[in-house]
Structures are given as structure tokens and as C-alpha cells.
């Protein structure tokens, strides 16, 4: 393989050549059986393109739009864990990158860098992710700290109230360094003899009694805008539409939750008909190329989010491998579009793809 990544699976083995062994299985790892972890890029595969011709694609704008805030590509930085794992300086580095290639990082609750670290960075529009705590007081001050140091809105990550099985993580033993956000709150040390130490604490911490009424409390503590992160069905979007969220997040947790769930491209278009444009869809899990952000585009998705990836681009080459994802990303979804006949992201639409569905019902 050349020194110099193609393709973003080329910075996956760089990562796992770069990594210790815990740390790569970690980030890479799924829930259980990791079915759904390999169904998320495999349902990708199964979309094919209806390609117009004879269109002008002399010039391509690839920019769209996120609650008002202009971003160079529908290509978002999704919330994942513990940066520095992967490099020294970690979500500092990541955040860098997405002020350079001039879209928008979701900052992970569980950062190996603080709040007030990653805002000082470099000046960029930033959403904040949160888990909410046994201890309510926890979300409370971390909401207030971001609102202080910037962010513009809050991703609420509700697919959580107990932590997935990740056999790996089990297995390695895994251990959750102290949280920096969470100095002062909450101490990360937890003891645990038969496994994950990152799920003993997750036991510990996380609230399973969260529901949605709980959204009413969390927009009496914050103006800033809430996205919902982790739907996957009709009645769960149209729930959150309901309680007045400012957009939905079709997630399944990067098939690190529960397994067999849906991938999140097979999830897409229910949510997207559910919700009638009345709230913006982002989606994350299994995008890898260019062509996948151009198919969630065409079933309903205003953006996707990409995690794994840019993890392994800050792994591989730090805060220039991140940003090589992004513009990987960014030159084939430009390539995507010139050869299916779309100028801009607004003439991406349902007609461009068929999906496997469709293809079995056209043969009946």
C-alpha cells in the first residue's frame, strides 16, 4: 500500500499499524456479533445510481446549509470518543481540521480535550454532544460551559441508556481515562475485575430513566438549538418533531449499541417520510466514500456525519490526516455528482438512486 492514502479505508490499516491493539479495537469495534457494524457499509453497496447525462457540470457546489450555518459540503464531523488515544493532540488537532475544510465538528461528551480547549483552538462552528447523567447537576454545567465558550447547538445522544456489549472492549480490558470535561464532576475510576472498565462506569453514570419528557427540562436550561441523536424508526421521528427538536440524527450509535438494529442508510427514508421536512435529517454510520453522502443525500438526508474515519485519518497522520478524510470525502462526492448530473446539492434528488427494494419489485 502507498505511504500516501486513496481511500478511506487505506487510513483504517494505517490506524491499525498505528495503534496499540486496545485502542484500535476500541474504536473499531461494534456491539456483539458486529452484525450491524458491517450491514451499516454493506447496505451502502446495495443503493445503485440512475446517472442523468448531457446536464452541465462545468461548475459543482457542493455547500449546503445546517441550522443557517453555511458549511463548504454536506460532510459533518460526528461525536467520537477519546481523540487523544489516537494522537497527542487530540479533538484540538480534529477541530483544526474541520475549521479548515470549513465544516462542522460535533464534539464528543467523552473528549479527551475540554470544552474550553477545543473553542480556543481555532474560530468554527461547533455542536456539542451530550449524555445526561444520574447526576443531572453534570449536563447542566457542561450545557452552560458550552453555550459560554461558543457552541451553537446541542446533539442530545438518547440511544443510551445502558451501554452496548462491545466484546473487544470486554476482552482488552478496556480502560476510560479520566474525562477532562468531567474534572471536578465525576471521577472516571471505576473498578472492574471481569472486563471493560468503560462499561462498569457507564453503568454506573448513565441515566436510564431519560425520556421524553426529559427534553422539556434540558430547553429550560439552554437556548441553544437541540438535535436528537439516535432514531431509527417512524414513531421515535415523529415523537421528536413533537417535543420540538431542531433536527434529527439517524443513528445507531456506530453499531456500538444494540446489534441487529437497522443500518442507518435502511433507517433513512422511514424517518425521512415520518418527518415531512418539517425538521432537518443528518445520518451517520458506514459512510466511506463519496458516493454513500451523495445516496443519503438522494434518500432524504440533509448531511451525513463521519466518525470512524476521521479517527483513523488523526490515528494515521494526525491533524492532516483529518483533514484528508474530509477532502477525500469532499473530491468524490464532486465526482459523484458531476457524473449522475447534479450542479449543486439542491438538484440531488430521490430519482438518482434505487434501492434494493426497488430493483426486487421491478423484477416481480
Not at 116 to 141: G, H, M, P, W
Not at 163 to 172: C, P, S, T, V, Y
Request: with cysteine; proline share 4%; hydrophobic share 45%.
Amino acid at each position: 500500500m502507498a505511504a500516501e492514502p486513496v481511500n478511506l479505508n487505506e487510513f483504517q490499516e494505517l490506524a491499525r499499524l498505528a495503534l496499540p491493539k486496545m485502542y484500535y479495537d476500541f474504536y473499531a469495534g461494534g456491539a456483539e456479533d458486529e452484525h450491524t457494524l458491517k450491514e451499516n457499509v454493506e447496505a451502502f453497496h446495495r443503493i445503485t445510481f440512475r446517472p442523468r447525462i448531457l446536464v452541465d457540470v462545468s461548475r459543482i457546489d457542493l455547500s449546503t446549509t445546517i441550522l443557517d450555518y453555511k458549511i463548504s459540503a454536506p460532510i459533518i464531523i460526528a461525536p467520537t470518543a477519546l481523540h487523544k488515544l489516537a494522537n497527542p493532540e487530540g479533538e484540538v488537532a480534529t477541530a483544526r481540521a474541520a475549521a479548515s475544510c470549513n465544516t462542522i465538528m460535533v464534539l464528543s461528551f467523552t473528549s479527551s480535550c475540554s470544552i474550553e480547549e477545543v473553542a480556543a483552538s481555532c474560530n468554527a462552528v461547533r455542536f456539542y454532544q451530550l449524555y445526561v447523567f444520574k447526576k443531572r447537576d453534570i449536563a447542566a454545567t457542561l450545557v452552560q460551559r458550552a453555550e459560554r465558550n461558543g457552541f451553537k447547538a446541542l446533539v442530545l445522544t438518547a440511544d443510551t441508556p445502558r451501554l452496548g456489549r462491545r466484546e473487544a472492549d470486554i476482552k482488552n480490558k478496556m480502560i476510560t481515562p479520566q474525562l477532562k470535561n468531567l474534572e471536578g464532576l465525576l471521577s472516571t475510576k471505576v473498578s472492574s475485575d471481569t472486563g471493560s472498565n468503560l462499561e462498569a462506569y457507564a453503568k454506573e453514570t448513565m441515566d436510564a430513566s431519560l425520556s421524553w419528557k426529559d427534553l422539556e427540562w434540558l430547553r429550560s436550561i439552554t437556548k441553544l438549538p437541540i438535535l436528537i441523536k439516535g432514531i431509527l424508526t417512524r414513531e421515535d421521528a415523529i415523537k421528536a418533531v413533537e417535543v420540538g427538536v431542531a433536527g434529527i440524527i439517524v443513528s445507531n450509535h456506530g453499531a456500538r449499541q444494540l446489534d441487529y438494529s437497522p443500518a442507518t442508510i435502511s433507517a433513512l427514508e422511514e424517518v425521512v417520510h415520518a418527518v415531512k421536512g418539517r425538521v432537518p435529517i443528518l445520518m451517520d454510520g458506514g459512510v466511506r466514500r463519496g458516493t454513500d453522502v451523495f445516496k443519503a443525500l438522494a434518500l432524504g438526508a440533509q448531511a451525513v456525519l463521519i466518525g470512524r474515519p476521521v479517527v483513523y485519518g488523526l490515528a494515521a497522520k494526525g491533524e492532516y490526516g483529518v483533514r484528508r478524510v474530509i477532502e477525500m470525502l469532499k473530491d468524490e462526492f464532486e465526482l459523484t455528482m458531476a457524473l449522475t448530473g447534479c450542479p449543486s446539492v439542491k438538484h440531488i434528488t430521490r430519482n438518482h438512486v434505487r434501492t434494493e427494494h426497488e430493483r426486487i419489485h421491478s423484477m416481480l
